[in-house]
């Protein structure tokens, strides 16, 4: 699940130990500026914003690419690039999917 807080004028969404800005289009994990693509940011904030609900592939094609047509292999080239920059970042967050339905967000356990 996602928190929500207001810095200044701006909301910023956290989970685990990833914030996200969507006014200023900035991500961090812990205070370590995250650098993603455009359409990175906005497939992570469509993500966390849907944690930890399953969102529809086709949701997301259609909120991403105004349901403009577009391949799955797009969608997998894109999460797979998120995937890494979250583990490299160490952000404890992972993108898991459910095959031919959709991905969701979750907040990986650390271990005992």
């Not at 650098?35 to 259609?62: C, D, G, V």
Request: hydrophobic share 35%; aromatic share 6%.
């Amino acid at each position: 699940m996602s928190l929500q807080r207001h810095k200044g004028k701006q909301q910023v969404t956290v989970m685990g130990s990833l914030s996200i800005c969507k006014g200023s289009r900035q991500v961090k994990v812990d205070k370590q500026e995250v650098n993603l693509t455009s359409l990175e940011f906005n497939l992570l904030y469509l993500l966390m914003k849907h944690s930890p609900e399953l969102l529809p592939r086709a949701s997301i094609i259609k909120q991403l690419f105004h349901g403009a047509e577009h391949k799955q292999q797009v969608i997998n080239i894109h999460i797979s690039n998120l995937r890494k920059k979250l583990q490299h970042y160490s952000s404890g967050l992972s993108i898991q999917a459910m095959r031919g339905q959709g991905y969701y967000l979750v907040v990986e356990k650390s271990p005992l």
